[in-house]
T-cell receptor
Framework: AQKVTQAQTEISVVEKEDVTLDCVYE???????LFWYKQPPSGELVFLIR??????QNEISGRYSWNFQKSTSSFNFTITASQVVDSAVYFC?????????????FGKGITLSVRP | EPEVTQTPSHQVTQMGQEVILRCVPI?????FYWYRQILGQKVEFLVS????????KSEIFDDQFSVERPDGSNFTLKIRSTKLEDSAMYFC?????????????FGDGTRLSIL
């Protein structure tokens, strides 16, 4: 069975600080997909990034970057130069399959508060 | 940019009543999903739907729940006899049919309050 663990529950930083959100996953599949979603106070779920299990190259997209390490089953997400608008709950999610059965298994989420 | 649309945004219903939550997925998407999020908790998978039938459902999705795609655009979740514990935010999601597992796009959710 697939499982996602987000050990951090709440993080508070001052604007312009960098912040890393941790995610550890469990799966028996060799092919899987990892995601980060953001849930701002308004409640919607916003897709941020996606990674395939066969591509461990880490990337940077604007202020977002991620560190995917299969050896430690981790998929950490970093926001550089945080802004107040980054305040939200961040969910890491895992999907083991493609097609219609590609349900997402979410972690419990990390509440990020960015103070001015 | 195309969006998943959910209505209503907030539904208040008496316990025991039937409720239908509506979703309009993105037009060229073929896979549809319902998730729920009890206040302050994580998002949980309910059901996936493809080619007019359920592909997978979770333990939460018991006989009180049903899904339907009554026409070419709407995707509905029905709860037959609501219970207090059904109070939650319900999210609809859709994704296109590709082999590379494109991300699911979520609607803004329907907040269901059972009294």
């Amino acid at each position: 069975a697939q499982k996602v663990t987000q050990a951090q529950t709440e993080i508070s930083v001052v604007e312009k600080e960098d912040v890393t959100l941790d995610c550890v996953y469990e799966t028996r599949d060799t092919t899987y997909y990892l995601f980060w979603y953001k849930q701002p106070p308004s409640g919607e779920l916003v897709f941020l990034i996606r990674r395939n299990s066969f591509d461990e190259q880490n990337e940077i997209s604007g202020r977002y970057s991620w560190n995917f390490q299969k050896s430690t089953s981790s998929f950490n997400f970093t926001i550089t130069a945080s802004q107040v608008v980054d305040s939200a709950v961040y969910f890491c999610a895992l999907s083991e399959k493609t097609g219609a059965n590609s349900k997402l298994t979410f972690g419990k989420g990390i509440t990020l508060s960015v103070r001015p | 940019e195309p969006e998943v649309t959910q209505t209503p945004s907030h539904q208040v219903t008496q316990m025991g009543q039937e409720v239908i939550l509506r979703c309009v997925p993105i037009s060229n998407h073929l896979y549809f999903y319902w998730y729920r999020q009890i206040l302050g908790q994580k998002v949980e998978f309910l059901v996936s739907f493809y080619n007019n039938e359920i592909s997978e459902k979770s333990e939460i999705f018991d006989d009180q729940f049903s899904v339907e795609r009554p026409d070419g655009s709407n995707f509905t979740l029905k709860i037959r006899s609501t219970k207090l514990e059904d109070s939650a935010m319900y999210f609809c999601a859709s994704r296109p049919r590709t082999n590379s597992n494109q991300p699911q796009h979520f609607g803004d959710g329907t907040r269901l309050s059972i009294l």
